[in-house]
């Protein structure tokens, strides 16, 4: 069964960090496109940023660049997205997923295939 599991959210206030964790089971994580989602309440699930299956490139949402950094670990098979200076509008569910028809990732949730169920991320003083 092909799987990804979320953990790392929490609460946190403005200006610190966390760091999520996206581990995948029944598959090579180091393969495939791993995109990063989020949806706050009332809102779209929007895409945060994502990591290539290939090359290791990233593409990252304006909205988080120079602030949020996505990485894999093969050995671990696990992908991270490591979050600084957060504001409470980054308040949202994160969500991992992976693509399995390509090699290069982006940030349409619609082209993903496999989701993990999320984690709350909460940014509030």
């Known amino acids: 069964q092909l799987q990804l599991v979320e953990s790392g959210g929490g609460l946190v206030q403005p200006g610190r960090s966390l760091r999520l964790s996206c581990t995948a089971s029944?598959?090579?994580?180091?393969?495939?496109?791993i995109g990063w989602f989020r949806q706050a309440p009332g809102k779209e699930r929007e895409g945060v940023s994502c990591i290539n299956g290939n090359d290791g490139g990233a593409n990252y949402a304006d909205s988080v660049k120079g602030r949020f950094t996505i990485s894999r670990d093969s050995a671990k098979n696990t992908v991270y997205l490591q979050m600084n200076s957060l504001k409470p509008e980054d308040t949202a569910v994160y969500y991992c997923?992976?693509?399995?028809?390509?090699?290069?990732?982006?940030?349409?949730?619609?082209?993903?295939?496999?989701w993990g169920q999320g984690t709350q991320v909460t940014v509030s003083s």
């Open positions: 029944g598959f090579n994580i180091g393969y495939y496109p």
């Open positions: 997923a992976a693509e399995d028809d390509q090699a290069l990732c982006d940030l349409r949730y619609y082209d993903y295939d496999i």
